[in-house]
Every structure is written in structure tokens, then in C-alpha cells.
């Protein structure tokens, strides 16, 4: 098994739980918590060296992070 692969799996996993139960309840936090199941997924295609699977992955997290941020500073402006 390739390093990327179990590091990958192991990120997933913490981040999939701290994105379930976060501790700070705020919409920030919220979303730092799902980026981080997000870059143990990254890590799980770059195992498998799924170049366009990576691209797509990365072009949408980063529109995604844009929109996400938009979205809470609307909400919490007064």
C-alpha cells in the first residue's frame, strides 16, 4: 500500500468525524471541518494517480470554498 493512500484514509476518517461533530458550532468551523475530509480524499486519488479525478477535485473545492464563504459572511453581516 502506497503512504498516500494510508495517510489519506486516516484523514478521511479523523475528518469525517470532526466535520459530524464540531466543537465550535459556527459556520466557519463547519466549513474548515468539511476541507479537511476533503484533502483525505485528495490524497486517496493521488494513490491511485487519477489525474483528471485530482483537477475536477480541485477546481470544485476551491469554487465551493468561494461560495461557502460567501454564503456565511452574508449571513453573519448585520
Given at each position: 500500500?502506497?503512504?498516500?493512500?494510508?495517510?489519506?484514509?486516516?484523514?478521511?476518517?479523523?475528518?469525517?468525524?470532526?466535520?459530524?461533530?464540531?466543537?465550535?458550532?459556527?459556520?466557519l468551523s463547519?466549513i474548515?471541518?468539511?476541507e479537511?475530509?476533503g484533502?483525505?480524499?485528495?490524497l486517496?486519488?493521488?494513490?491511485?494517480?487519477?489525474?483528471?479525478?485530482?483537477?475536477?477535485?480541485?477546481?470544485?473545492?476551491?469554487?465551493?470554498?468561494?461560495?461557502?464563504v460567501?454564503?456565511?459572511?452574508?449571513?453573519?453581516?448585520p
Amino acid at each position: 500500500m502506497a503512504p498516500e493512500l494510508i495517510l489519506g484514509l486516516a484523514i478521511l476518517i479523523i475528518g469525517a468525524v470532526a466535520a459530524a461533530f464540531p466543537r465550535p458550532k459556527t459556520y466557519l468551523s463547519r466549513i474548515i471541518s468539511l476541507e479537511i475530509p476533503g484533502w483525505g480524499l485528495l490524497l486517496v486519488m493521488l494513490a491511485y494517480d487519477e489525474t483528471l479525478a485530482l483537477l475536477t477535485f480541485i477546481a470544485v473545492t476551491a469554487i465551493s470554498t468561494f461560495v461557502m464563504v460567501r454564503v456565511v459572511e452574508r449571513r453573519e453581516a448585520p
